[in-house]
């Protein structure tokens, strides 16, 4: 499929993958060739993705070797600081030619930080200063903790990808802490950022639990949560961007947040293998995607422009369901919140143990 129609329809496709090895080179998975060919334009990161691109990859192991003086956490943050940079370097024209919006790299805080808001504002000010470069995204947990640092990081004029959104009720207060750390930024034209907001996790976690029911009902709800979830995600994003309170910040040359679909590789084989992406298509949104989904959108994605502003009531009438079964969402995003930020520190702690390890070879 021509990849630029997910474009026309307003969505940006951003790669959810960041190596060494594919920040050079021609090669169809290289990062340059997805930009050149692929309608890339922007890249996310996180520790999971830095643990696997990291450990036991021949092309760090001269730089790990290179400061075995040093402390792991000083070692993984100049390996990953100057991989974002690079890649922030490959995007500047697209950050250019889209006046900010777009041509951005996302790197997180320290994930064992996600519950102390001062140490994030700190460890968020010191990624954008050693990174250098106004097309990073500093990431920020969506935790209670979180959205106060995202108010100060964007008062201070630093753009933010606020991570780990997973219901639509903590994504109504992320976009009000960014729109208060608006109010608070004097200058805010050129800063930006987007809410992402996680899918695939949604079904994992419900459709275990439908399976579970020997009623056809809860088994006509399998594989519908995530993407209602989402759809009023964006029901809400459009409505909180409508706000008088937002027209006065824009007034003032405020970029609004978008919203950016997370976690849309499918894991159920049973599944469409682009339903994360062909189903959650509106103006003003982000899709950032693994590399297996990218090409599976490249191979058989069929776009059938907004997937979304028509499917608020059916959106509605598929959460009324999995609370007629016996199914609180509200309870599943909780623990999925919980469950990610473990997994997010548990990959940095990883990464931290074997590049310790490697340095003592």
């Known amino acids: 499929m021509d990849v630029s129609q997910v474009f026309a329809a307003g969505t940006s496709i951003w790669l959810d993958d960041l190596s060494r090895a594919k920040l050079e080179g021609s090669a169809a998975h290289s990062l340059p060739s997805r930009i050149a060919n692929c309608a890339v334009v922007g890249v996310t990161t996180n520790p999971s993705i830095f643990n696997s691109a990291i450990t036991g990859a021949n092309e760090y ?11 792991p956490q000083e070692v993984v943050q100049k390996l990953t600081t100057d991989d974002v940079r690079k890649a922030c370097d490959l995007l500047k024209d697209i950050y250019t030619a889209t006046k ?3 041509g951005r790299v996302s790197i997180e805080v320290d994930p064992r930080l996600a519950h102390d808001t001062q140490a994030t504002i700190e460890a968020g000010k010191t990624l954008w200063k ?25 008062a201070s004029g630093i753009s ?5 959104i997973f219901s639509v009720k903590r994504y109504g207060a992320v976009i009000d802490a960014f729109m208060s750390g608006v109010e608070q930024n004097t200058n805010p034209t050129h800063v930006h950022s987007v809410a992402s907001f996680f899918v695939s996790r949604i079904d994992s ?11 056809a009902e809860a088994h006509a709800l399998l594989g519908k949560a995530a993407i209602a979830n989402a759809h009023l995600a964006y029901q809400l994003f459009e409505e909180k961007f409508a706000s008088a309170r937002w027209s006065a910040q824009q007034e003032r040359g405020a970029n609004k947040q978008r919203p950016l679909w997370a976690s849309t590789g499918v894991k159920n084989p049973d599944y469409d293998d682009t339903r994360y992406v062909v189903e959650l298509i509106a103006p003003e949104t982000v899709n950032t995607m693994p590399q297996a989904t990218l090409d599976a959108l490249l191979d058989h994605g069929v776009v059938r422009g907004d997937t979304i502003t028509d499917q608020y009531s059916a959106a509605v009438e598929t959460l009324k369901g999995l609370s007629s079964v016996g ?11 919980i469950d990610g930020v473990k997994k997010f520190a548990q990959a940095w702690e990883e990464l931290l143990e074997n590049v310790k390890v490697a340095q003592q070879q």
């Open 61 to 71: 192991a001269a730089d790990i070797s290179h400061m075995k003086d040093l402390d």
């Open 100 to 102: 900010g919006v777009d």
């Open 130 to 154: 050693i990174i250098d470069r106004p097309n990073v995204m500093i990431k920020v947990p969506a935790t209670l903790e979180g959205l106060p640092a995202i108010t100060a990081l964007i």
């Open 160 to 164: 933010v990808n606020v991570t780990l």
């Open 205 to 215: 976690a419900i459709d275990s639990l439908l399976l579970k029911s020997a009623s």
């Open 327 to 337: 199914i609180s969402l509200d309870a599943i995003t909780t623990e999925l919140e």
